[in-house]
């Protein structure tokens, strides 16, 4: 192979995706131009996104949530607790989110991923501020009994929008949410049933199985790009141009949360309204994903 | 509508602002800003030769540590690490020192609400004295909004409590130029309207959040000509 004399001969001899690692910056330039993206997609079009309900049948609410090729599996467990002094009348929502080694080459096993905690705290601040649970309802006698409900989400391939998917699992997962029936013991103590020691004991909660949610979030990540908007990138979007702006809009169209950490680019008052509009319709599309995986659930 | 503030401010107004350089004799640069009662301490060491794993050696990389009060850094403090250093890594001029690590520390000794936007201001004011080069400066603000769209700027700790939301925003410092005034404008608006950093915790109409904005960067004008003023008697007089 001869040298090439200039960049110019080196870029016409170039394959494709020799260019697309060398210049990647480049690369999406040139399908940015075209108002395209290198998997096909519009700038504004998310990848298709499925759900499926009950994946872990052990668990009392659980979710199979995919974005694209980004997977996320979220489980719920409920143990019954004492609540605490301050509030006694309410419930407890732990939420973790994992990020084992199987799900991106970046994350080595042994040594935790720097982004886990960060959406692991984004996860709990949206949910608990969105209101979409209320916490009222996870209570079983008033100053003795609430539930403590776990709700633990693995990322299983992490290309893009993380928090996205794991947004839509975590819902997915508590609308599938099937509370366990409680009794009281002989000492008092309120204990989940299991099927074979019914033994004749009233059940505690025996109408309420189902959580009421209201005003469910759901999320859109854009990246900012020059003038571009991108909505739900992947990860090598998200590794070039490194500006994200997730949105979170409720059922009702409030704004849960706008999470803008840094990035080279500076949002203006249009790019955020460009984003919430983004946003607006993606809720839409999610809402109906969201229906129809319930829908499908209670015709089993 | 007027809604009483326990210490009696105005809706717009700030609490005092204070900020002192060069405060630690071993950092490379230091720097503490206080808002009210709220107080935190930063220290900058660097540039340092080499980058840490997973990190563009082709440009400066920037480490933030967090250091809470007390007790251990937990999930909280992880997010705000990571904020931070996005935050930090858009005003920085990153190719200037390629292979570089600087490390920013962040101590917090006091907090009365707004606690991030303080660090955010604590850690620019110590870059500066670091004299690691920026292109510009970051001014941070946290505004709280009541149940009925009313908007309070750098609320204390128990306001932020009693609030229905808070939005922490972060936008760059109006820059002095000598070229003419359209020259610094994109999209029809200034360049320090431009948000670096937004973070909200609570639910509220996308108006509202607008409202904010508008106040905030208003604000954030003040905060930058008092962060220009207290930098200046460093800079050498041309």
């Not at chain 1, 409720?250 to 849960?256: A, F, R």
Request: hydrophobic share 40%; with cysteine; proline share 6%.
């Amino acid at each position: 192979m001869g040298l090439p004399d200039s960049s110019g001969g080196l870029l016409s001899e170039l394959d494709v995706d020799a260019f697309r690692r060398l210049f990647p910056l480049r690369f999406y330039e040139s399908h940015l131009a075209k108002s395209t993206r290198p998997d096909g997609r519009p700038l504004d079009k998310a990848r298709d996104t499925s759900s499926a309900l009950g994946a872990v049948a052990s668990a009392d609410g659980s979710a199979l949530v995919k974005i694209g090729s980004t997977t996320m599996l979220a489980a719920i467990k409920m143990e019954v607790m004492t609540p605490s002094q301050e509030s006694p009348d309410e419930g407890c929502i732990a939420i973790e989110f994992h990020m084992p080694p199987i799900c991106s080459p970046i994350v080595r096993p042994g040594r935790p991923a720097e982004a886990a905690p960060v959406v692991s705290k984004q996860l709990s601040d949206t949910i608990l501020s969105s209101g979409m649970i209320n916490l009222k309802e996870l209570s079983l006698i008033s100053g003795k009994a609430a539930w403590m409900v776990y709700l633990d989400i693995y990322c299983l391939d992490a290309d893009g929008a993380l928090f996205d998917a794991a947004l839509l699992s975590a819902v997915a997962a508590f609308s599938h949410l099937q509370i366990p029936v409680v009794s009281m013991n002989d000492e008092g103590k309120v204990v989940v049933m299991s099927e074979e020691n019914e033994g004749g004991k009233e059940p505690v909660n025996k109408e309420k199985r189902k959580l009421t949610l209201c005003s469910i979030p759901f999320s859109l990540t854009c990246i900012l790009y020059k003038n571009y908007i991108l909505a739900d990138p992947t990860a090598e979007e998200e590794s070039i141009m490194e500006t994200l702006v997730t949105v979170v809009l409720d059922s009702s169209g409030q704004l849960v949360s706008l999470y803008k950490p840094g990035g080279s680019v500076l949002a203006y008052t249009s790019a955020i309204q460009d984003c919430v509009a983004l946003t607006r319709q993606r809720v839409r599309e999610l809402q109906t994903i969201l229906d129809e995986a319930t829908a499908g659930m209670e015709v089993d | 509508m007027e809604i009483d503030r326990l210490d009696g401010r105005t809706p717009n107004q700030l609490r005092p602002l204070a900020c002192t350089h060069n405060v630690l004799n071993r950092a490379h640069g230091s720097a503490s800003w206080c808002q009210g009662d709220t107080k935190v301490l930063a220290a900058v060491y660097g540039p340092k030769a080499g980058t840490k794993k997973n990190e563009n050696p082709e440009k400066a990389c920037i480490e933030v540590i967090w250091k809470p009060k007390t007790g251990q850094s937990g999930k909280t403090e992880r997010e705000y690490e990571m904020i931070l250093k996005r935050t930090l890594q858009s005003i920085c001029i990153l190719t200037l020192n390629p292979n570089t690590t600087t490390s920013v520390i962040i101590q917090v000794v006091n907090d009365d609400g707004a606690l991030l936007p303080c660090a955010i201001n604590a850690a620019c004011a110590a870059l500066v004295d670091a004299g690691i080069p920026l292109k510009h400066l970051a001014v941070a603000i946290c505004c709280c909004l009541a149940e009925s769209g009313y908007v309070i700027l750098d609320p204390s700790k128990l306001e932020e409590q009693k609030m229905k939301a808070f939005v922490y925003l972060v936008f760059p410092n109006s820059v002095l130029s000598n070229l003419p005034e359209g020259q610094l404008t994109v999209q029809g608006e200034p360049m320090e309207h431009g948000i670096i950093t937004s973070v909200t915790q609570g639910a509220m109409p996308v108006d509202d959040y607008l409202h904010c904005l508008e106040r905030g960067r208003a604000a954030t004008a003040k905060m930058s000509a008092f962060l220009r003023k207290s930098l200046q008697p460093k800079l050498p007089i041309d």
